[in-house]
């Protein structure tokens, strides 16, 4: 048993119920796992918490995955961040896989697109509320505010790569911080979800106090272990892909794209699904636009990060391109292929960086930077925002040249009145009424199906 008195077993139940109730975004399950993990079983303090959601929100990736395989290292050593990483994205991968099965072969069918019609028109309120939401806490000065527009500016008119984006708001950060600029002096941490009061004390810093584990103190020989076997974990696979079947196909592109995903999804899901949105669609051309919306839907209303929308991507592409497998099969192997290449990197960000993270408390450079990144990041989520109004609210875009910028705008008269109207409610549902995501979502896809039942969808 150790020293903080909490099984392997009760552990796995534990992380198997924050999984089980890990819907509505990374906000939302980040809310779930401090009030199981801080507030009701006690196992870490506040500062911990925080201090480990600070680390792993500068990571590429989704941030609460990572929050729960960092917890879970901490708390049992590697078996339980393995443990707590994994349960945290089977749920999600399990209920995307038997949707994107379902969308695969009935999605053209009545009902069916009648729901996906509802969730598209739904997915858009959720993004402006993540907008809004994030705006609020990240843009607290004029630069912040400033940052957020040049990444808007950069990505929708400019279409610069997403990586270079974060990497000058991160880098602009930093400068600052190190300059001394007031508006970047006050980085800080992420707030906080939600305090502990006059509990007592966690039983890991009861246990140990403000000394680390003996598993959390950083060698150079453990980092070179921990690098080693997740860089094969990751990159081998790639490579039996890549050689079994080739750079130029479908399962190799998968392997390849999602693996540079991992790399740069700084920001987590929102601030990334734009750029995936367009490779995807105009790129590669796996996807139709509103399939994306589709696959962003799923992720909605199923639990695990939502960056699992890259699941359905990799199955759609090697349903449509399934070469000598039946395409059903084909689909379950690259929506393996894409999750596998996304999160595997994850557990190495977490187990090589993590004990030296823990021996720091704190950088105001490091924090400096993080709030540029997230002063960015509101300005990536709106460009989804927009992209995804183009492509659900407008039955047809066409290319606009001003002053020298190209860019997509919405063909006049093709705006659908239908899908309009239930944005619109969503946004109300959402932003006046404050009746959640999941209702929300469940009252615009039954919305959808009366609308195909009345005749008026064509």
Not at 398 to 411: C, D, M, T, Y
Request: charged share 10%; glycine share 12%; aromatic share 10%.
């Amino acid at each position: 048993m150790p020293p903080h008195g909490v099984s392997l077993g009760e552990a796995f139940r534990v992380w198997l119920r924050v999984a089980a109730l890990s819907f509505g975004g990374p906000a939302g399950q980040i809310a779930v796992m401090h009030r199981i993990v801080v507030e009701e079983k006690r196992w870490i303090g506040e500062a911990r918490f925080l201090h480990a959601l600070g680390y792993c929100t500068l990571l590429p990736g989704p941030e609460a995955q990572q929050l729960a395989t960092y917890i879970g290292w901490l708390m049992h050593r590697t078996p339980g961040g393995v443990m707590a990483g994994t349960l945290f994205v089977l749920p999600g991968f399990v209920s995307i896989l038997a949707l994107s099965l379902v969308y695969a072969a009935y999605g053209g069918v009545g009902t069916v697109a009648a729901v996906f019609y509802g969730l598209k028109a739904a997915v858009l309120a959720v993004v402006a509320q993540a907008v809004l939401r994030l705006g609020r806490k990240a843009l607290r000065s004029r630069a912040t505010v400033a940052l957020a527009v040049l990444a808007f500016m950069a990505l929708f008119l400019f279409a610069v790569p997403f990586p270079i984006v974060v990497a000058a708001a991160g880098l602009a950060g930093f400068v600052g911080a190190r300059l001394g600029w007031p508006a970047f002096a006050a980085g800080g941490r992420p707030g906080n979800p939600g305090g502990t009061g006059g509990s007592p004390p966690a039983l890991l810093d009861a246990a140990y106090g403000d000394a680390l584990p003996d598993h959390a103190r950083p060698t150079v020989t453990g980092a070179l272990r921990a690098g080693a076997v997740w860089l094969t974990l990751w990159l081998v696979p790639v490579a039996g892909v890549l050689l079994a079947c080739g750079a130029g196909s479908t399962f190799g592109r998968i392997a390849v794209f999602f693996s540079q995903m991992a790399v740069v999804t700084f920001g987590g899901a929102y601030a990334v699904l734009a750029y995936v949105a367009q490779q995807a669609v105009e790129g590669y051309g796996w996807l139709r636009p509103g399939e994306m919306l589709d696959g962003l839907g799923m992720a909605e209303t199923t639990p695990g990060p939502l960056i699992m929308v890259l699941e359905f991507v990799g199955f759609v592409a090697a349903y449509r391109d399934p070469g000598a497998l039946p395409p059903s099969v084909a689909g379950t192997l690259g929506a393996a292929l894409a999750t596998w290449v996304t999160f595997v990197p994850c557990f190495l960000w977490i187990f090589l960086g993590a004990p030296f993270i823990e021996a720091l408390r704190g950088n105001r450079a490091l924090n400096a930077s993080l709030a540029a990144i997230t002063a960015a990041v509101v300005g990536v989520i709106l460009n989804l925002a927009v992209w995804f109004a183009l492509h659900s609210l407008f039955r047809a875009q066409a290319p606009v040249r001003v002053l020298g910028l190209a860019f997509n705008w919405p063909v006049p008269g093709s705006l659908d009145p239908w899908a309009a109207a239930l944005s619109l409610a969503a946004a109300l549902a959402l932003l006046r009424f404050k009746l959640g995501v999941i209702p929300t979502l469940a009252g615009c896809t039954l919305a959808g199906v009366a609308l195909h039942l009345a005749g008026v969808l064509g």
